[in-house]
């Protein structure tokens, strides 16, 4: 059997930027925060959001509190969730594993903004299996939980899975469980690397 292929979606799937989101938000700051995207990165509100403890309203009043936002939750939406770019050779590779018939999923820290944006605005986020999310699990990559949901999912454990993310602490922990890995580093690379499983 075909092992079932997991994707990882930030820096693998889809390229992303922060800063332009900060630079859209402060335009509508009154606190101009000296540096929104640093601000995101040091304080623990992000990581609250996509482990599924603040809502999207609670994470909007807290980033509201943080710079003074002027606009309203839509137009904070938008200015955050604006962030991602396709990666295209990324995006063909996936295609081209599908019609050879492989299962692929979607395995992802992240927040329902960002999934709603990206849903809406690229097609090929439709064409997976099946999709992990750490918001809807509660528990984020390294933790064991999260990993265990995504087995659960697609029904295959160890050798049955090869999993492609950017991290190299993420792709410790699906190791340590008999995954069979590709750390991304250039999607030219990744392709190499799959290239034993598509014969
Ligand atoms: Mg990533």
């Known amino acids: 059997m075909k092992p079932a292929i997991i994707f990882d979606l930030g820096k693998v799937l889809v390229d992303f930027d922060y800063s332009v989101a900060a630079r859209k938000v402060a335009l509508r700051s009154t606190k101009q925060h000296p540096d929104l995207q640093h601000f995101l990165s040091s304080?623990?509100?992000?990581?609250?959001y996509e482990s599924g403890l603040l809502?999207?309203?609670?994470?909007?009043?807290?980033?509201?509190?943080?710079?003074?936002?002027?606009?309203?939750?839509?137009?904070?939406?938008?200015?955050?969730?604006?962030?991602?770019?396709?990666?295209e050779q990324m995006v063909d590779l996936h295609g081209e594993l599908r019609?050879?018939?492989?299962?692929?999923?979607?395995?992802?820290?992240?927040?329902d903004l960002a999934i709603e944006h990206v849903r809406h605005n690229f097609p090929f986020f439709k064409h997976f299996d099946g999709y992990i999310f750490s918001y809807e699990v509660g528990a984020m990559k390294p933790q064991p939980e999260i990993y265990a949901a995504m087995e659960q999912m697609c029904g295959r454990r160890e050798a049955e899975l090869v999993y492609i993310d950017d991290r190299l602490?993420?792709?410790?922990?699906?190791?340590?469980?008999?995954?069979?890995?590709?750390?991304?580093?250039?999607?030219?690379?990744?392709?190499?690397?799959?290239?034993?499983?598509?014969?």
């Open 99 to 111: 019609r050879r018939g492989f299962q692929t999923y979607i395995f992802s820290n992240t927040n």
């Open 169 to 199: 602490e993420n792709i410790e922990a699906g190791r340590a469980r008999g995954w069979q890995t590709i750390l991304q580093e250039t999607p030219g690379k990744t392709r190499a690397a799959l290239e034993k499983f598509l014969s």
């Open 55 to 87: 809502t999207r309203q609670q994470f909007f009043d807290e980033m509201r509190q943080a710079t003074g936002f002027t606009g309203s939750l839509e137009e904070f939406s938008a200015d955050f969730a604006d962030i991602f770019v396709p990666m």
């Open 43 to 48: 304080s623990s509100i992000l990581v609250r």
